[in-house]
T-cell receptor, first 110, second 116 residues
Framework: EDKVVQSPLSLVVHEGDTVTLNCSYEVTNFRSLLWYKQEKKAPTFLFMLTSSGIEKKSGRLSSILDKKELFSILNITATQTGDSAVYLC??????????FGKGTLLTVNP | SAVISQKPSRDICQRGTSLTIQCQVDSQVTMMFWYRQQPGQSLTLIATANQGSEATYESGFVIDKFPISRPNLTFSTLTVSNMSPEDSSIYLCSGEGGRGEEDEQFFGPGTRLTVL
């Protein structure tokens, strides 16, 4: 059974700090690893990673995948209060199904 | 990217009744999925909605409790049958991204269901 473990489960920082969120996984048939941001209801897509070592970047957010060590990290630099959310890591396995981790609750204080 | 809408956005229902949730995508997608997110928990896949055939359910979910329809490539419904308070959750549908990368799933806004 595919498994996704995220750490930490929660994190409180001050505006301007840099944070690193972790996601490790076990999978039978790896297709992709995805990161989502969830503020209220719908998860918002951030990144999809399929290859090791290639950083994906969008503004202050970046992510990278290590398929040998089976983990990914999501970095957020110069955090803002609007970054406060639950960040979800999901594993894309067989039949395009996603297996989600429990998420990291990030709180950015002014 | 595909835009997904859901109806209703929220509902409060009585125990023993059923609720049908609609999911509409603004473009054709091959894969559509239904997830449940119980309070304080992450997303759990209920089933894959297959166009033209029966849905594929995950372990712990059955068709009698969560019947699903998928009449075409842009629309699906999920019914939560014979509801109990344990069914109180957010129900989300998703579709593949439509950018040619089939794993890039986008989500609808969700339906917040409360069962009394």
């Amino acid at each position: 059974e595919d498994k996704v473990v995220q750490s930490p489960l929660s994190l409180v920082v001050h505006e301007g700090d840099t944070v690193t969120l972790n996601c490790s996984y076990e999978v039978t048939n790896f297709r992709s690893l995805l990161w989502y941001k969830q503020e209220k209801k719908a998860p918002t897509f951030l990144f999809m990673l399929t290859s090791s070592g290639i950083e994906k970047k969008s503004g202050r957010l970046s992510s990278i995948l290590d398929k040998k060590e089976l983990f990914s990290i999501l970095n957020i630099t110069a955090t803002q209060t609007g970054d406060s959310a639950v960040y979800l890591c999901a594993l894309g396995g067989s039949n395009y199904k996603l297996t989600f981790g429990k998420g990291t609750l990030l709180t950015v204080n002014p | 990217s595909a835009v997904i809408s859901q109806k209703p956005s929220r509902d409060i229902c009585q125990r023993g009744t059923s609720l049908t949730i609609q999911c509409q995508v603004d473009s054709q997608v091959t894969m559509m999925f239904w997830y449940r997110q119980q309070p304080g928990q992450s997303l759990t896949l209920i089933a894959t909605a297959n166009q033209g055939s029966e849905a594929t359910y995950e372990s712990g979910f059955v068709i009698d409790k969560f019947p699903i329809s998928r009449p075409n490539l842009t629309f699906s419904t999920l019914t939560v049958s014979n509801m109990s308070p344990e069914d109180s959750s957010i129900y989300l549908c998703s579709g593949e991204g439509g950018r040619g990368e089939e794993d890039e799933q986008f989500f609808g806004p969700g339906t917040r269901l409360t069962v009394l």
